[in-house]
């Protein structure tokens, strides 16, 4: 298939113009977003058409036509030319320009590669002018570019800075700047911008980033359409992750814990949370053919060989030999006195802090990874799949100290304990711990306890009603949606939810028509990820007392988990047995 051509519809233009498509049957627009819609290079010898607005003739499409544009479909190049054509660099941005310049950023990876963008940049920067007006021109094409590269690296943050390849090209496009700013001062403004944002202030910075060393193959990465997820680097020794270190079969100690955490690190956090001598214990390596592997105080516990190993376990050193773990619920007999002897309200602001944490450090293109890649694990999306599992933890914490206490009376005291704390994650605005507690009480194994709810206060019974039918799943989550949009930020929204929009959309609509890019269905996908940002407009700051801070934080950091179904229902049943 030739080139695509673009096919505007703009109310300035004359009647003459709109003869081309007087008999083209056009869809009609039905999003809200920049109005354009490209065709084949054979559909039309011009390459500009166009449907008169003050047109006086009774035409259905012109009278539902906006002044606004409307992106229907469109090459890559296409969409992109017609974005830097369009780009105002007036101080107050046209907002339909900037949210068609923020889908364009946020989903150009799904139908282009880094490379190809670079080098169309590089190109349309580059571009020569036949006219009068020429130097006007070419400064005007390079600011835009400028901009555009200003608002990619805002986007991306660290993305693009951790990968070598583009820091070249932003480096190229920076050194190509400082030899045109002696031609065209008015560069000058957008080059201290961008000297600011790439953090560089002397010219020698990029000497070795010279035009002449780059090459096409640099600009590769970020790429869905191709590599649909490419290693974004290693992770740095002070970043955090999760880690499970099981305790028995079935149940773990989540542990949120630093890359360069050695064995003693994790095992004194494990010691504390089990209560347990940490000099009884040792740290084990498992791995899924059955070899185990202790590791000594000093060893690195999150490193490359751990990560093909099974599990993490702790075991007994006295049984070193046999190396047998110990014994399910052994160690849980006073966990409930605990968890009772915290104040609920700060144990949810505590909660909330952890969610805060991860959900403030996921970057919303990781939901495009998420997405397209069908892939949850990658390292485009770690700070997503953290939350992701975080969720999944609260939840069969909630199930697990409920399971694990035997006495009844104690154990309607943590369900109201848990009932009072999801109250306070509504009212502080973080929907996805209130969720999980609440999955987490509805639980088959807590919700089967009947001699438990039979002892629930009704007040008690009566408000764990009303928070459910905030999680009621009928006509697409409604009252959850209500709720949530009258919250105002910041707010923490339960991402499986917005993940199943975006999926939603992403599975209901091809992202390409006749080998042209859908940008109606990237508009809508963009729009669901924006989301994000409107959240965290602001910032929480939850405050309490430094010494109840630490407590409730090694707590919540912590969380005891068991993690199989199966292991849930039995305790359910020995506390409980079915009459």
């Known amino acids: 298939m030739g080139s695509s051509r673009l096919r505007v519809f703009d109310p300035h233009l004359g009647r003459k113009d709109s003869a081309a498509l007087a008999d083209r049957e056009l869809p009609l627009p039905t999003f809200d977003v920049p109005y354009f819609k490209y065709i084949d290079e054979e559909d039309e010898d011009d390459g500009w058409s166009s449907r008169s607005q003050s047109s006086t003739e009774d035409d259905s499409v012109d009278s539902l036509i906006s002044d606004r544009y409307v992106v229907v479909s469109g090459t890559p190049e296409k969409i992109l030319e017609h974005l830097l054509n369009d780009l105002h660099l007036e101080e107050v941005q046209d907002k339909e320009t900037e949210t068609l310049l923020d889908d364009f950023l946020l989903t150009y990876t799904v139908f282009m590669t880094t490379d190809d963008l670079c080098q169309a940049l590089l190109s349309y920067s580059a571009k020569k002018y036949q006219g009068k007006d020429e130097n006007s021109d070419v400064s005007c094409r390079k600011r835009k570019v400028l901009h555009l590269v200003s608002q990619w690296i805002s986007l991306y943050k660290d993305w693009l800075h951790e990968d070598e390849h583009s820091k070249m090209f932003l480096k190229t496009i920076y050194r190509n700047v400082l030899d045109d700013v002696y031609e065209y001062p008015i560069l000058e403004k957008e080059l201290k911008e961008f000297q600011k944002i790439l953090g560089m202030h002397r010219r020698h910075t990029v000497d070795e980033y010279s035009p002449q060393k780059k090459n096409k193959a640099l600009f590769h990465q970020f790429s869905l359409k191709e590599n649909w997820l490419q290693h974004r680097g290693t992770v740095t020794e002070t970043e955090e ?17 630093k890359v360069s955490s050695t064995a003693q690190e994790i095992l004194k956090v494990v010691a504390e949370k089990i209560q347990h001598a940490e000099e009884d214990l040792a740290l084990v390596a498992v791995t899924f053919s059955g070899e185990k592997h202790e590791l000594q105080p000093n060893d690195l516990a999150i490193s490359k060989p751990l990560d093909a190993a099974g599990r993490m376990h702790v075991y007994r050193k006295d049984l070193a030999d046999t190396l047998n773990p110990l014994a399910e619920n052994e160690e849980s007999q006073q966990r409930s006195m605990r968890i009772l002897g915290m104040n609920t309200w700060d144990l949810a602001l505590e909660l909330m802090n952890f969610d805060w944490c991860l959900f403030n450090s996921i970057h919303e293109q990781e939901l495009i990874y998420f997405t397209f890649s069908r892939q949850g694990n990658g390292e485009h999306t770690v700070n997503l ?195």
Request: glycine share 2%; with cysteine; proline share 4%.
């Open 241 to 257: 992750i999760f880690c499970h270190v099981y305790i028995t079969e079935h149940s773990y100690v989540s542990v949120k814990a």
């Open 385 to 579: 799949s953290l939350l992701l599992q975080r969720c999944n933890e609260v939840q069969l914490w909630v199930a697990t100290e409920i399971l694990l206490c035997s006495q009844l009376g104690k154990r309607v005291q943590l369900v109201k304990k848990f009932i009072k704390i999801a109250a306070h994650c509504k009212a502080q605005r973080n929907l996805n711990s209130f969720f999980a507690i609440v999955m987490g009480l509805n639980t088959a194994s807590v919700s089967r306890l009947s001699q438990t709810w039979e002892k629930i206060p009704g007040k008690f019974k009566k408000l764990f009603s009303e928070l459910e039918s905030l999680t009621d799943p009928s006509l697409n989550h409604k009252a959850y949606r209500d709720a949530f949009k009258k919250m105002k930020p910041p707010k923490i929204p339960f991402m499986p939810l917005l993940l199943k929009d975006v999926t939603f959309i992403h599975e209901g609509n091809k992202t390409f028509l006749d080998n042209l890019v859908n940008f109606e269905k990237l508009h809508m996908i963009a729009d669901t990820v924006r989301t994000l940002r409107h959240c965290r407009t602001n910032q929480f700051g939850g405050e309490m007392s430094p010494k109840e801070h630490q407590e409730l934080k090694s707590y919540v950091n912590h969380l005891y988990v068991i993690d199989s179904q199966q292991a849930l229902f039995e305790l359910s049943h020995r506390i409980e047995p079915r009459v």
